[in-house]
C-alpha cells in the first residue's frame, strides 16, 4: 500500500512540474507559432565618440638581442641557463682558447722574427750594403706583422660573451662542445630590468594605424594578471607592415609597478586615439549570435520582412554597443522578438 502512495505520489508531482513548464513556455510557443511576429524598433543615429581601438599583442621587451662569438671555434662553457636573469658585464659564454693562444704566439713569433730582419736590413743600408727599397720592403713587412698581431690580440676578446646590459636569457641557441661559425647566435637574450623595458607589440589594419598616434595612452589587460589593467603609452609605430600577417605593428611601453611578466604572454590593448569619429550604438536586445566582436541584427525591409547584417563590434558599456562597422547603410533596426526572427519571418512594427 505504502508503495502505491509512493508511486501517485511521485506521479501527481511530475504531471505537476510539466505543467508548470508548459505553462511556462506557453508565450514562447506563442510567438512562434504566429505567422506575424509584433516587433519594436529604433533609428539609429551616429554619435561622436573618442575612437578607442582595441586590439592584442604579445609581451617581449624593447630590446632582444642574439649573442655570438665574433671568431669560430669550439664553445668551452655556456654560463646562464634559459630564463635565468644576467647583470650587466656578467661573462655569459666563452670558447675555448687552445687554438686562439696558438694564433696569437705565432703572430708574436712572426712579429720577432720580422723586427729582427728589420733590424738588419737597417744596418745592412748604413753600410751601403742594402738597397732604400730592401729597407722600406722590411718596414712594410714588420708594420704588417703588428697588425696581425693586434687583428687576433683584438679577435681573442671576443672569444667570450659580455652581458652589455641587464636582462635575461630567453632561449639557448647553442650549448658546449659544439663548433661554431664566427657570427652564429649562441644565445638569445632580452634585455630589461625587472619590470621596466616591458613593451606590448600590437598589430593594426591600415586605418587603426592611421588613427593611432605615438604618445597615445592605453590600457592594457594581460591574462596573467587578470585583476590588474596597466597603463601604457604608444611609443613606436611601423613604417611597413608585417610581410607575414599583413598588419602594421605598433609598440607600447608598459607601467607594470612591481609585476614581472614572462616574455611572450598574451594581452589585449585599448589604445584612446585623440580623434573623434561618429559611430552607431545598439542596445544589447538588438544582437544575436554574438561571437567575440562579431554579432547579427535584424533589419525591416519593406515594413512586413526583415534581413539579417552582420556587423562588428567595436566597445561596449554596460548599455550599449558601440558598432565598428556593418550598418553604414542601416537607419533602423528591430529590438525586441528577435530571439523568434529568421530571415523568413514576417513582421508588423508595434512601437
Known amino acids: 500500500m505504502k508503495n502505491k502512495l509512493t508511486i501517485r505520489t511521485a506521479f501527481i508531482l511530475s504531471s505537476a512540474i510539466l505543467v508548470a513548464c508548459s505553462q511556462g513556455k ?14 519594436k524598433t529604433i533609428k539609429l543615429s551616429l554619435v561622436d565618440s573618442v575612437a578607442s581601438i582595441n586590439t592584442t599583442g604579445l609581451i617581449t621587451t624593447e630590446n632582444e638581442a642574439k649573442c655570438a662569438f665574433k ?48 733590424r738588419r736590413a737597417f744596418n745592412l743600408y748604413k753600410d751601403s750594403v ?14 704588417v706583422a703588428q697588425k696581425q698581431l693586434d687583428a687576433i690580440a683584438f679577435n681573442k676578446q671576443y672569444a667570450f660573451i659580455y652581458a652589455e646590459q641587464d636582462g635575461f ?7 658546449e662542445g659544439e663548433v661554431i661559425a664566427g657570427g652564429s647566435p649562441v644565445l638569445a637574450i632580452n634585455v630589461n630590468d ?53 598588419l602594421f605593428e605598433v609598440e607600447l611601453t608598459l607601467s607594470l609597478e612591481k609585476n614581472l611578466p614572462a616574455a611572450g604572454m598574451f594581452a589585449e590593448a585599448s589604445i584612446k586615439t585623440n580623434k573623434a569619429i561618429r559611430q552607431k550604438w545598439i542596445p544589447y536586445s538588438a544582437m544575436i549570435e554574438a561571437d567575440g566582436n562579431k554579432a547579427y541584427v535584424f533589419v525591416p525591409y519593406h515594413q512586413t520582412e526583415v534581413k539579417k547584417v552582420p556587423i562588428t ?10 558598432v565598428a562597422s556593418g550598418l553604414e ?6 529590438v525586441s522578438n528577435t530571439a523568434f526572427l529568421n530571415e523568413q519571418s514576417s513582421i508588423t512594427i508595434q512601437n
Open 194 to 246: 625587472g619590470s621596466k623595458g616591458w613593451v606590448l607589440k600590437a598589430g593594426l589594419s591600415d586605418k587603426e594605424w592611421a588613427a593611432v598616434e605615438v604618445g597615445n595612452r592605453a590600457r592594457v589587460l594581460i591574462d596573467a594578471f587578470p585583476s590588474q589593467k596597466f597603463k601604457a603609452t604608444v611609443f613606436k609605430k611601423a613604417l611597413a607592415a608585417d610581410p607575414m600577417s599583413g
Open 130 to 143: 742594402a738597397t732604400l727599397e730592401q729597407l722600406q720592403n722590411s718596414k712594410t713587412a714588420l708594420d
Open 26 to 39: 506557453k508565450d514562447d510557443i506563442g510567438m512562434l507559432s504566429l505567422k506575424v511576429i509584433p516587433v
Open 71 to 118: 671568431i669560430g671555434g669550439i664553445i668551452d662553457h655556456i654560463y646562464v641557463q634559459e630564463g635565468q636573469r644576467f647583470r650587466k658585464g656578467q661573462l655569459l659564454a666563452s670558447l675555448k682558447l687552445t687554438e686562439i693562444q696558438s694564433g696569437v704566439l705565432q703572430a708574436q713569433l712572426n712579429l720577432e722574427k720580422v723586427h729582427r730582419d728589420y
Open 313 to 322: 563590434i567595436g566597445s561596449f558599456d554596460t548599455q550599449k554597443v558601440k
Open 169 to 175: 636569457v630567453a632561449r639557448k641557441i647553442a650549448n
Open 329 to 334: 547603410n542601416v537607419s533602423e533596426i528591430i
